[in-house]
């Protein structure tokens, strides 16, 4: 990766944030979105933060401890659609009320598509004011992102250009 990330291909400045703000402890791809999401809110959060009850028992292992308060927030994927996991979620549920743990699930439709709505909701529960330039720094990332169709468009010309790839309707342009 250091080989990479000090090359001047295109593409590394952006890699090269990304891979320096990371936390290197995510298990999916959505979790890292959620890391991101938090990162651009000013949250500050443990990722992969272990807890226990006051006997000392593992409760859970959360994808985002929210510092500070008795808040889990999690990335909830298709994954935790299947029957097995559905299961073992609704058990690790059980433990975490038992352990007055608030938890929330967040999936990538909540972060992209109705990021200003659940940027609202995390502000009232943290009882801090919203501040709409969170929002619009969100907006950037997911801009500058393959979230987007800009994103996407990008990195399709750029490829083009790089395999000499000559689509008949460019080139009749």
Known sequence: MAEILASRRPGV???RTAWL???????SG??????????????QYVAQHELYNDAGQLVA??????????????????VHRSKKAQSVDLRRSGGI????????????????NHALVTMHEIDRDLGRPHRMRRFHAWQ??????????????????R????????????AAS
């Open 30 to 43: 959505g979790e890292v979105v959620l890391q991101v999401f938090h990162d651009v809110l000013e949250i």
């Open 21 to 27: 703000s990371s936390t290197g402890k995510a298990d």
């Open 13 to 15: 400045r952006p890699l």
């Open 140 to 157: 950037r990332v997911v801009e500058q992102s393959m979230y987007s169709h800009a994103g996407r468009e990008r990195v399709m010309n």
């Open 61 to 78: 292992r959360a994808d985002l401890w929210i510092v500070g308060t008795r808040r889990l927030h999690e990335y909830d994927g298709a």
């Open 97 to 112: 009320g038992g352990a007055d743990l608030q938890r929330r699930g967040f999936t990538l439709d909540d972060l992209l």
């Open 159 to 170: 490829w083009h250009r790089e395999m000499g790839v000559a689509d008949g309707a460019r």
